[in-house]
DNA sequence: GTAACTGCAAAATATTTGCATCCTT
DNA sequence: AAGGATGCAAATATTTTGCAGTTAC
């Protein structure tokens, strides 16, 4: 079985819109993302990969990355740190994550529910929201 | 103006009621957490014990109380790891952190706002929520 | 007195920075 | 050709571990 190319050129549409320069370790990065049904750690990315990214880049690619809006952190009860692809309405320096995240406490998995409505919430006299953010724990669609 | 020394006795209380002995170090630690009405990251408690105890008791200790299910890791959207107090039902092991963490994004504090409910929220088919965090970020009381 | 806790040293891990070289445009 | 990206080395930062000395009970 060969690789998957069916994201080749969504790839290279995403990285030149961005101002990206299309280089291996970035289309290879990307294409991670785009096929991974959940979200990604630092760690994750040198393993798929093979390692054939220096340690640097792979750190240097997720930092353009995030700072293009193409991805996002997620934050995670144990505080490790994952990477998720941002929605298209991600524009540079303005995220908007207020979706759902869901980890899958049997396969580990962190997914974006992106079609789920973060529900209203009253807060405290005095507080205004401005962004919110929901992950749920429990068990995933494919664990089910 | 003297040490506030109205949480003395609840500090013992609590540290004996886990088992823990009452040392200098988890004293100091936890009378932090009960003075400060928002979560505190390790760096915070370093500054605020004057460093005076070591780093490595600070990891220590935290870890301890987390054990314990004295306090608790609040996920945040930048990664940071922050602590802060659990309720009296979070039992050893097992955590009823179902509440909402606040984001100040004026004053940078972060603070459980244990009153309020989460809201339910309805996952796609095959999905089995078992824990839910919600984290809002905005402007808090005191900074409105 | 004994078990548990602390501090110091050091190891292991994670992240950032500088710079020479290579690649994309 | 020029600017940006990569890889390597090394500096920083963070967290963990081992062990000897100290403290709580």
Not at 55 to 66: C, D, I, N, P
Not at 106 to 134: R, S
């Amino acid at each position: 079985m060969s690789t998957n190319r069916s994201h080749d050129s969504e790839i290279d549409h995403i990285l030149k819109h961005n101002q990206l320069s299309v280089t291996d370790s970035r289309k290879k990065i990307l294409e991670l993302f785009l096929q991974a049904n959940g979200a990604l750690a630092h760690g994750d990315i040198e393993k798929k990969t093979g390692e054939k990214f220096d340690r640097v880049t792979v750190y240097r690619t997720l930092q353009a990355f995030m700072e293009k809006g193409i991805i996002h952190t997620i934050p995670t009860a144990d505080n490790a740190v994952l990477y998720a692809l941002c929605k298209d309405d991600c524009t540079e320096g303005h995220h908007h994550d207020n979706h759902v995240h869901f980890v899958c406490n049997h396969c580990g998995n962190t997914i974006c529910l992106e079609e789920v409505v973060v529900p209203e919430v009253k807060l405290p006299k005095g507080f205004q929201p401005a962004e919110v953010q929901m992950i749920v724990s429990g068990i995933c669609s494919e664990c089910h």
